[in-house]
């Protein structure tokens, strides 16, 4: 199983970015998919999933309005739309896989099964 995560960069406040995770290994249909980040000296936390029957999508109050999730099926793929950043978005951004979970632990580290190797934010001010 891997999941490669892809897009990281250094942006300015305001700018967009596109993360990307492409997975192998996996029934990528069956598979719950979450971004977390954890910037330095914090504990990781959730940024956004989606349900592996897309039947639920949350996403964090800080990003809300400003990042939007897609899964692609059909190309094992999984997507972070990332706009309006700010300095606090700074961090290392990780993508996850669980297989099946239902709605209420799609928000929790602990849930999934699979992380990609993570890739870096920096938003300059």
């Known amino acids: 199983v891997q999941l490669q995560a892809s897009g990281g960069g250094l942006v300015q406040t305001g700018d967009s970015l596109r993360l990307s995770c492409v997975a192998s290994g996996i029934s990528f249909r069956s598979y719950s998919m979450a971004w977390f980040r954890q910037a330095p000296g914090k504990e990781r936390e959730f940024v956004a999933a989606i349900k592996w029957d897309a039947g639920s999508r949350p996403y964090a109050d800080s990003v809300k309005g400003r990042f939007a999730m897609h899964k692609d099926n059909a190309k094992n793929t999984v997507h972070l739309q990332m706009n309006s950043l700010k300095p606090e978005d700074s961090a290392v951004y990780y993508c996850?896989?669980?297989?099946?979970?239902?709605?209420?632990?799609?928000?929790?580290?602990?849930?999934?099964?699979?992380w990609g190797q993570g890739t870096l934010v920096t938003v300059s001010s």
């Open positions: 996850a896989a669980g297989r099946g979970l239902i709605s209420s632990s799609l928000t929790r580290d602990q849930a999934y099964h699979y």
